[in-house]
């Protein structure tokens, strides 16, 4: 009755101290269900920080550093040799002059400038001052360092063309090639760290056993100092910042050894990084570029003042960094490339699979740590394929990334030529077939291999093992259109870095794909694991341990500190007198098998025994 007199017109009825009472009674337990409610969303959404991060964004501006980074201008004029006539690359050191590092373009061979050649002294100088400007950084908010993060956005952001084309110049890899893999994750990154990174390096809590319930628990993340870097030469803007960005946020400094193939262009990038921290007040020391040959690299990870390096190259190279940084135990994240299979099932459409076949092989002139080297077919389709994708293959066009049009670029450097026509000469003697490509292309003037499209590869031949590292699409055929025999053949490889598998079913696809030895996979797609940052990236056997990107990359560069505090104010742990000093061996054994029975005994007379003996020998 009470209930009807809430939708009674007589407002005397709807004045009954009972409909009053109701009333109140459910806008309160609607008030705690809509507490309760936001509170479980926030927790599994984290409106709250959004709501936060979207506020600093909107009300917080950043500075505008445009005007105090000096880009090079970069046109097509740069098509030719910079005034010299060489057809052959320069080398690295010039005998005349060995405290330079000289730099050329490899997409026409010209010279571009010098970079110092420094010593271990000056790295050591380097690491240094990095490290006094990291005890203050160190103390910085994470709305201080967001703020520098953006800053560094929005530069990157306005600049995109000028970017792009220093990253043409320095590394020969197509405009196209540099928007996806140098800017596109870069901006990605900067964006996750933004919107995640604090929440990664929160306090995490940790669950107390009964013996310890007086207690609370949490792991906190302590930044580790000063970080190493030795950046690779494929990807020269992205390798620049990749490690800046999250370094800087977890609260080190970074001192970046670039690779001296990519020099020039690695410095204009390092003094964004510097002019991002120096507008918004804070030290550019915190950040440092070193450039140099091999001994500059090992000076680094020899470095006292570092704390941990980050090495990304071959697996040879990864070796000696390990040997170097074991006499100071010093940790190391090693990202050693990869030989990523893809692989096509035969219920997939060739027109939908061919485009991912020709990404996956060719982005970057095949120089792509998580690049297509091998590519498994399945029988039934495997001569539809190779018949579909040939032309385009040996229409791919090729020359100087700033001038016309051009869909491959050129090698960073000559020697991976020889070491491609190695391994492609080595495969063609033992049975493969080169459908198109397989040399140098001479007709243009710098570094360049052509597109190569390669099919019946076999276990024996050094391709299938080996790492490319350029623009050579390997075909092999998976006998029977089998999901078993493809498993074995694709793990039956050195590297285990990336892979995908392409099929109708998505069921399928999965079930082979999480049978491969690999660090990371996709099922239909390629290469989208590193776009989404909240993902870890690594792989296994030779393509090194550790990783980056994601929680577990951010928190790599932290000390993981365990922390244990009293829960209840008052409540403090005393040491029992059965196990205090001097000892008591009866008491004190009896005391400890009490706590033992008690509290892990599966009976529940033992318990209660194990309370008597407690009080006994208590």
Same mark, same amino acid.
């Given at each position: 009755?009470?209930?009807?007199?809430?939708?009674?017109?007589?407002?005397?009825?709807?004045?009954?101290?009972?409909?009053?009472?109701?009333?109140?009674?459910?806008?309160?337990?609607?008030?705690?269900?809509?507490?309760?409610?936001?509170?479980?969303?926030?927790?599994?959404?984290?409106?709250?920080?959004?709501?936060?991060?979207?506020?600093?964004?909107?009300?917080?501006?950043?500075?505008?550093?445009?005007?105090?980074?000096?880009?090079?201008?970069?046109?097509?004029?740069?098509?030719?040799?910079?005034?010299?006539?060489?057809?052959?690359?320069?080398?690295?050191?010039?005998?005349?002059?060995?405290?330079?590092?000289?730099?050329?373009?490899?997409?026409?061979?010209?010279?571009?400038?010098?970079?110092?050649?420094?010593?271990?002294?000056?790295?050591?100088?380097?690491?240094?001052?990095?490290?006094?400007?990291?005890?203050?950084?160190?103390?910085?908010?994470?709305?201080?360092?967001?703020?520098?993060?953006?800053?560094?956005?929005?530069?990157?952001?306005?600049?995109?063309?000028?970017?792009?084309?220093?990253?043409?110049?320095?590394?020969?890899?197509?405009?196209?090639?540099?928007?996806?893999?140098?800017?596109?994750?870069?901006?990605?990154?900067?964006?996750?760290?933004?919107?995640?990174?604090?929440?990664?390096?929160?306090?995490?809590?940790?669950?107390?056993?009964?013996?310890?319930?007086?207690?609370?628990?949490?792991?906190?993340?302590?930044?580790?100092?000063?970080?190493?870097?030795?950046?690779?030469?494929?990807?020269?803007?992205?390798?620049?910042?990749?490690?800046?960005?999250?370094?800087?946020?977890?609260?080190?400094?970074?001192?970046?050894?670039?690779?001296?193939?990519?020099?020039?262009?690695?410095?204009?990038?390092?003094?964004?990084?510097?002019?991002?921290?120096?507008?918004?007040?804070?030290?550019?020391?915190?950040?440092?570029?070193?450039?140099?040959?091999?001994?500059?690299?090992?000076?680094?990870?020899?470095?006292?003042?570092?704390?941990?390096?980050?090495?990304?190259?071959?697996?040879?190279?990864?070796?000696?960094?390990?040997?170097?940084?074991?006499?100071?135990?010093?940790?190391?994240?090693?990202?050693?490339?990869?030989?990523?299979?893809?692989?096509?099932?035969?219920?997939?459409?060739?027109?939908?699979?061919?485009?991912?076949?020709?990404?996956?092989?060719?982005?970057?002139?095949?120089?792509?740590?998580?690049?297509?080297?091998?590519?498994?077919?399945?029988?039934?389709?495997?001569?539809?394929?190779?018949?579909?994708?040939?032309?385009?293959?040996?229409?791919?066009?090729?020359?100087? #990334?700033?001038? *016309? @049009?051009?869909? &491959?670029?050129? $090698? %960073?450097? !000559?020697?991976?030529?020889? +070491?491609?026509?190695?391994?492609?000469?080595?495969?063609?003697?033992?049975?493969?077939?080169?459908?198109?490509?397989?040399?140098?292309?001479?007709?243009?003037?710098?570094?360049?291999?052509?597109?190569?499209?390669?099919?019946?590869?076999?276990?024996?031949?050094?391709?299938?093992?080996?790492?490319?590292?350029?623009?050579?699409?390997?075909?092999?055929?998976? #006998?029977?259109? *089998? @999901?078993?025999? &493809?498993?074995? $053949? %694709?793990? !039956?490889?050195?590297?285990? +870095?990336?892979?995908?598998?392409?099929?109708?079913?998505?069921?399928?696809?999965?079930?082979?794909?999480?049978?491969?030895?690999?660090?990371?996979?996709?099922?239909?797609?390629?290469?989208?694991?590193?776009?989404?940052?909240?993902?870890?990236?690594?792989?296994?056997?030779?393509?090194?341990?550790?990783?980056?990107?994601?929680?577990?990359?951010?928190?790599?560069?932290?000390?993981?500190?365990?922390?244990?505090?009293?829960?209840?104010?008052?409540?403090?742990?005393?040491?029992?007198?059965?196990?205090?000093?001097?000892?008591?061996?009866?008491?004190?054994?009896?005391?400890?098998?009490?706590?033992?029975?008690?509290?892990?005994?599966?009976?529940?007379?033992?318990?209660?025994?194990?309370?008597?003996?407690?009080?006994?020998?208590?």
């Amino acid at each position: 009755g009470v209930a009807l007199k809430l939708f009674s017109a007589d407002a005397q009825a709807a004045a009954d101290p009972a409909v009053t009472k109701l009333i109140s009674i459910l806008l309160l337990c609607t008030s705690i269900f809509f507490v309760i409610a936001l509170h479980y969303v926030n927790k599994e959404w984290k409106l709250g920080r959004d709501i936060k991060l979207s506020l600093e964004a909107l009300f917080q501006r950043v500075p505008d550093i445009s005007g105090s980074i000096d880009l090079p201008k970069v046109d097509g004029n740069d098509t030719k040799n910079g005034g010299t006539d060489n057809s052959k690359p320069q080398p690295l050191i010039d005998p005349a002059n060995p405290s330079l590092v000289q730099c050329y373009s490899p997409s026409s061979l010209g010279n571009i400038g010098t970079v110092p050649n420094l010593s271990a002294k000056e790295v050591s100088e380097m690491a240094l001052r990095s490290k006094n400007a990291q005890q203050v950084w160190k103390s910085t908010t994470f709305a201080q360092r967001r703020r520098v993060l953006r800053t560094l956005q929005k530069y990157v952001v306005s600049h995109v063309d000028e970017i792009c084309q220093l990253c043409a110049k320095d590394s020969g890899k197509t405009q196209v090639d540099a928007l996806l893999g140098e800017i596109l994750t870069t901006c990605e990154k900067t964006r996750t760290l933004l919107h995640q990174g604090e929440t990664w390096l929160e306090r995490s809590p940790r669950q107390v056993n009964p013996m310890m319930m007086h207690k609370t628990a949490y792991v906190e993340y302590v930044p580790l100092g000063v970080l190493g870097i030795i950046a690779p030469w494929n990807y020269p803007f992205h390798n620049m910042l990749n490690h800046v960005l999250s370094g800087i946020f977890s609260g080190n400094g970074v001192v970046t050894k670039c690779s001296e193939h990519t020099s020039w262009s690695s410095m204009y990038f390092h003094n964004i990084c510097r002019a991002a921290l120096e507008e918004n007040g804070f030290d550019p020391d915190l950040v440092q570029l070193c450039t140099g040959m091999a001994d500059t690299g090992k000076a680094l990870v020899e470095c006292p003042h570092i704390d941990k390096i980050f090495f990304t190259g071959s697996p040879n190279v990864g070796r000696h960094v390990m040997k170097g940084a074991a006499p100071f135990l010093k940790p190391v994240v090693l990202e050693l490339g990869g030989k990523d299979a893809m692989v096509f099932c035969d219920d997939v459409k060739l027109s939908e699979v061919i485009p991912w076949a020709m990404r996956g092989c060719f982005q970057n002139c095949g120089q792509n740590c998580c690049g297509v080297e091998r590519l498994f077919v399945y029988e039934s389709i495997a001569a539809d394929f190779i018949n579909g994708i040939k032309d385009k293959v040996s229409t791919l066009r090729q020359g100087c #990334p700033l001038g *016309d @049009d051009v869909d &491959c670029g050129a $090698m %960073v450097m !000559d020697q991976q030529c020889d +070491l491609i026509q190695a391994l492609v000469d080595d495969a063609v003697a033992r049975g493969a077939t080169v459908h198109c490509g397989g040399k140098r292309n001479t007709t243009a003037a710098g570094q360049f291999y052509q597109p190569t499209l390669l099919s019946g590869v076999t276990s024996e031949m050094r391709i299938w093992k080996e790492e490319v590292f350029g623009p050579i699409m390997c075909v092999v055929v998976v #006998p029977g259109d *089998d @999901d078993d025999v &493809c498993v074995s $053949m %694709v793990n !039956d490889c050195p590297f285990g +870095l990336g892979s995908s598998v392409y099929s109708a079913s998505k069921t399928r696809a999965l079930a082979i794909g999480s049978q491969f030895n690999t660090g990371m996979f996709t099922a239909n797609d390629f290469g989208v694991n590193y776009l989404i940052q909240s993902l870890p990236f690594g792989g296994v056997k030779e393509s090194g341990f550790g990783r980056f990107a994601g929680p577990e990359g951010l928190r790599s560069c932290c000390l993981e500190r365990s922390i244990v505090i009293d829960r209840i104010p008052g409540v403090k742990t005393t040491i029992p007198g059965a196990i205090d000093y001097p000892m008591n061996t009866t008491q004190g054994m009896g005391f400890g098998k009490g706590l033992v029975e008690l509290f892990y005994g599966d009976t529940l007379w033992g318990k209660v025994k194990a309370i008597l003996n407690l009080i006994r020998h208590g």
